[in-house]
C-alpha cells in the first residue's frame, strides 16, 4: 500500500472530532470501547496517521460519528431534500425552463424542501381520523 496525502489524517483534526463528540454526548453513546481506545491512542501517540490500515479504521470511526451527530435537518437535506430539489429541476427543464438546472445545486432549495416534507409528516400525525 501506497501512502497518499489524502491518506495522512493529521491529529488535530482527531482531537477535533473527539472534542465535538464528547461536548455532544456521543462519544460514549456511538463508539465501543475498542473504537475509543483506537482514537485516544492515535491522539496521543502521534503526529499524523500515515498507516494505510490505521487510516481506514480512524476513517471510518470518523465517518460513524459524523452521522451521529448530524441533525435531524442536516439528514433530511441529505435524504429527502436533494433527491427532491433534483426532480424538481427535472420536471421544471421538462416544461421549458433553462434556469431549472442551476436550482439543482441550490442547498438553500435543497433546505427548504426537506423541511417542508418534515413539516408535512407532522401534520399528516397530528390529524386524526374522524370517519
Known sequence: MTITLDS???VGRLVKVRWEAQKKKAWFKVLCKRERDIM???????KAVRSPVLAKIVKAIITKLKKALESRVER???TIGRSTALELCRIAESWGNKLARQWNGDDGLARYLAVTYHNQQ????????IW
Open 8 to 10: 495522512i489524517i493529521p
Open 40 to 46: 485516544n491512542l492515535t491522539i496521543n501517540c502521534v
Open 76 to 78: 433530511l437535506v441529505r
Open 122 to 129: 407532522k401534520l399528516n400525525r397530528g390529524r386524526s381520523r
